[in-house]
């Protein structure tokens, strides 16, 4: 690899600050976000500061990653060339990230235009400029203010999806330094699953505190689901083992009954059924189930 000109810092900071910068950013869009305008421009506007440090957060991530990857990180580029030089596994990465936020976000942020974060990407990008030497596309956002656009249309952003690019990036940083956490398991459907696993515990607290909770004997127990591919939260019981997934239903080659539990967690009160066998949410767990 050729000498970076680029003077990167220590990984451990370089993921510190981007975490912090990130965060920093969602909490200011959380409690001022963008209201819907009649005019167009006023709405750019109300999103202006947020797309251009989305736009330096994505580009700052990318960066990051290909130089802990030992690659060389280029001056000049697009955001769509610069995820051009990634690993093919850190790119497929990343597009599971930006794919699985636009199928479960949900309301107007789930019906996003651009299907591929490919897409997306030059899209951000825009076209060229005048000497072919560099992309318009953050630069008319930039400059929106003050300036007439320099090509033919602003590109189409969204903050949320530039957040949820620069979140998944920054996992790959951390754990290409780390190797602790699979950045594979920090998608937004995993960060949903694991609110739904608070309620399970309450759930399952409960149910072990009861008559009759010895003998139900080897099963798989599904707790919610399906989502968009087909996974769904579950709970071995097999002997003394438990174990807990988020996967498909097995099909072939298992005998194990399969119990369906959803409709009885949807209608489970947490605080009434911990009030049942005497505890609150405040009292430490009467049994740890999330053996793996």
């Given at each position: 690899?050729?000498?970076?000109?680029?003077n990167?810092?220590?990984?451990?900071?370089?993921?510190?600050?981007?975490?912090?910068?990130?965060?920093?950013?969602?909490?200011?869009?959380?409690?001022c976000?963008?209201?819907?305008?009649?005019?167009?421009?006023?709405?750019?506007?109300?999103?202006?500061?947020?797309?251009?440090?989305?736009?330096?957060?994505?580009?700052e991530?990318?960066k990051?990653?290909?130089?802990?990857?030992?690659?060389?990180?280029?001056?000049?580029?697009?955001?769509a060339?610069l995820?051009?030089?990634?690993?093919a596994?850190?790119?497929d990465?990343?597009r599971?990230?930006?794919?699985d936020?636009?199928e479960?976000i949900?309301?107007a942020?789930g019906?996003?235009?651009?299907?591929?974060?490919?897409?997306?990407?030059?899209n951000l990008?825009?076209v060229?400029?005048?000497?072919g030497?560099d992309?318009v596309?953050?630069?008319?956002?930039?400059?929106f203010p003050?300036?007439?656009?320099r090509?033919?249309?602003?590109?189409?952003?969204s903050v949320e999806f530039?957040h949820?690019?620069?979140?998944?990036?920054?996992?790959?940083?951390e754990?290409s330094?780390t190797?602790?956490?699979?950045p594979?398991?920090?998608?937004?459907?995993?960060?949903?699953r694991?609110?739904?696993?608070k309620?399970?515990?309450y759930?399952?607290?409960?149910?072990m505190?009861?008559?009759?909770?010895?003998?139900?004997?080897d099963?798989?127990e599904v707790?919610?689901?399906?989502?968009?591919r087909?996974?769904?939260?579950?709970i071995?019981?097999?002997?003394e083992r438990r174990k807990?997934d988020?996967?498909?239903?097995?099909?072939?080659h298992f005998?194990?009954?399969?119990v369906?539990?959803?409709?009885?967690?949807?209608?489970?009160?947490?605080?009434?059924?911990?009030?049942?066998?005497?505890?609150?949410r405040?009292s430490?767990?009467?049994?740890d189930?999330?053996s793996e």
């Amino acid at each position: 690899m050729a000498d970076q000109i680029i003077n990167f810092k220590d990984p451990l900071w370089i993921t510190a600050w981007l975490d912090t910068a990130l965060r920093a950013e969602q909490n200011k869009y959380k409690k001022c976000p963008v209201l819907r305008d009649l005019v167009p421009g006023h709405e750019a506007a109300q999103a202006w500061g947020y797309v251009v440090a989305g736009y330096f957060l994505v580009e700052e991530s990318f960066k990051a990653l290909l130089y802990v990857r030992d690659k060389y990180v280029p001056t000049k580029h697009s955001l769509a060339q610069l995820f051009g030089l990634f690993e093919a596994d850190d790119g497929d990465t990343l597009r599971e990230f930006y794919t699985d936020y636009r199928e479960t976000i949900g309301g107007a942020v789930g019906r996003f235009p651009y299907k591929t974060l490919n897409d997306f990407l030059i899209n951000l990008d825009g076209v060229p400029n005048s000497r072919g030497n560099d992309y318009v596309g953050s630069l008319d956002w930039r400059y929106f203010p003050i300036e007439e656009k320099r090509g033919q249309r602003m590109p189409t952003v969204s903050v949320e999806f530039l957040h949820e690019i620069a979140f998944g990036c920054i996992r790959m940083v951390e754990h290409s330094n780390t190797r602790r956490s699979e950045p594979s398991r920090y998608t937004h459907s995993w960060r949903l699953r694991r609110k739904r696993v608070k309620k399970y515990h309450y759930w399952l607290t409960v149910r072990m505190n009861s008559d009759g909770w010895d003998n139900l004997g080897d099963r798989l127990e599904v707790l919610w689901g399906p989502d968009y591919r087909g996974r769904h939260d579950l709970i071995l019981f097999e002997g003394e083992r438990r174990k807990q997934d988020f996967a498909e239903i097995p099909e072939e080659h298992f005998f194990l009954p399969i119990v369906d539990k959803r409709q009885e967690i949807e209608s489970f009160n947490v605080d009434a059924g911990l009030q049942s066998i005497g505890v609150t949410r405040n009292s430490p767990p009467l049994d740890d189930w999330t053996s793996e």
